[in-house]
């Protein structure tokens, strides 16, 4: 099993750039499918990206195109999120997940391993 601890969130001013980091333990995750998600209060866990375990594809929500990037540093078994021109509706608490296959989807029910999440808000 392996563990999962993002940090890097916090509260930024719509407009404003902040990177998430997912940190891995207990095995390495260079061969696992890595992805982020995001969940408000009262709604589903929502997609935000994925990326293969090479980094060489990525998958993003049509919400966040453009303005996030994911990328993974399999030597550091560390997986990131840059996110820029935040907007208040990107307020969520956001959580990184790991798969140890191949995946291009966006399902929720695919990954088998979470970290505990880590809150962003976006002030207007």
């Known amino acids: 099993q392996v563990q999962l601890v993002e940090s890097g969130g916090g509260l930024v001013q719509a407009g404003g750039s902040l990177r998430l980091s997912c940190a891995a333990s207990?095995?390495?995750?260079?061969?696992?499918?890595m992805g982020w998600f995001r969940q408000t209060p009262g709604k589903e866990r929502e997609f935000v990206a994925a990326?293969?375990?090479?980094?060489?594809?990525?998958n993003y929500a049509d919400s966040v195109k453009g303005r996030f990037t994911i990328s993974r540093d399999n030597a550091r078994n560390t997986m990131y999120l840059q996110m820029n021109s935040l907007k208040p509706e990107d307020t969520a608490v956001y959580f990184c997940?790991?798969?140890?296959?191949?995946?291009?989807?966006?399902?929720?029910?695919?990954?088998?391993?979470w970290g505990q999440g880590t809150q962003v808000t976006v002030s207007s």
């Open positions: 207990g095995r390495t995750t260079s061969s696992y499918t």
């Open positions: 997940a790991a798969r140890p296959a191949p995946y291009f989807g966006s399902s929720s029910a695919a990954f088998g391993s």
């Open positions: 990326i293969s375990w090479s980094g060489g594809s990525t």
